[in-house]
């Protein structure tokens, strides 16, 4: 199976500035996601972030606010821009791995993120 | 929009017992996941079901798929307080997973001795 490191694995900010997460995988991985998690809740999909072009976002998330990398098939970054106390949650990098039809996903250990 | 229901959402439950976690989802999809979150954990990937009659079994736990019913089932036997943590079933977006995972809620359990 994958195995997906993040970093940081925690940061306190300020409202207003921005920081980027980096996630990095052992091995090369089809697909790369970006989710998030608030706290006590479920995780929501950010976007897909695709190798070479801009990454596909889900509905309510805009690259202005999360820009994302994918600059080759092991390496992803999410920046999380100008940051407000609302975007204080855990962000957890994900990759697809394995043969089609038969591929699962595994996460990262996310990077909790608090803005004051 | 593809929607994933579990229920119950909090289970508190005795060592030695036996209980059922639901997850009903909306649209049609081939494959759920079934993973576990222990406190201020990432996901561990438990099951991955596949087809419909899936049916996969890991110590206490066992998971199936029916997906006429667009139902799947995390079944725990004699439960022990080592499986105390966060369940959660996820089903593939449209696309064969090109789009991510939509996750259900999640099934909070708590194992009691």
């Known amino acids: 199976s994958a195995v997906i490191s993040q970093k940081p694995s925690r940061d306190i900010c300020q409202r207003g500035t921005s920081l980027t997460i980096q996630c990095q995988v052992d091995?090369?991985?089809?697909?790369m996601f970006w989710y998030r998690q608030q706290p006590g809740q479920s995780l929501t999909l950010i976007a897909t972030a695709n190798q070479g072009s801009e990454a596909t976002y889900e509905s309510g998330f805009v690259i202005d606010k999360f820009p994302i990398s994918r600059p080759n098939l092991t390496f992803s970054t999410l920046t999380v821009s100008n940051m407000s106390p609302e975007d204080s949650s855990i962000y957890l990098c994900?990759?697809?791995?394995?043969?089609?039809?038969?591929?699962?996903?595994?996460f990262g250990p996310g990077t909790r993120l608090t803005v004051l | 929009e593809l929607k994933v229901e579990q229920n119950p959402l909090f289970l508190s439950m005795q060592e030695g017992k036996n209980y059922t976690i639901y997850c009903n989802y909306s649209?049609?999809?081939?494959?759920l996941y079934w993973y576990r979150q222990d406190p201020g954990k990432s996901l561990e990937s438990l099951f991955v079901l596949l087809s419909n009659g899936a049916v996969k079994q890991e110590g206490r736990l066992m998971a199936s798929l029916d997906t006429k019913a667009r139902l799947s089932t995390l079944h725990i036997t004699a439960a022990v307080h080592d499986l105390s943590a966060t369940y959660f079933c996820a089903v593939d977006s449209e696309g064969g997973g090109a789009d991510g995972l939509t996750f259900g809620k999640g099934t909070h359990l708590i194992i009691q001795p």
């Open positions: 994900s990759a697809r791995q394995g043969l089609a039809g038969k591929d699962t996903q595994y």
């Open positions: 649209t049609t999809s081939d494959r």
């Open positions: 091995s090369q991985v089809t697909m």
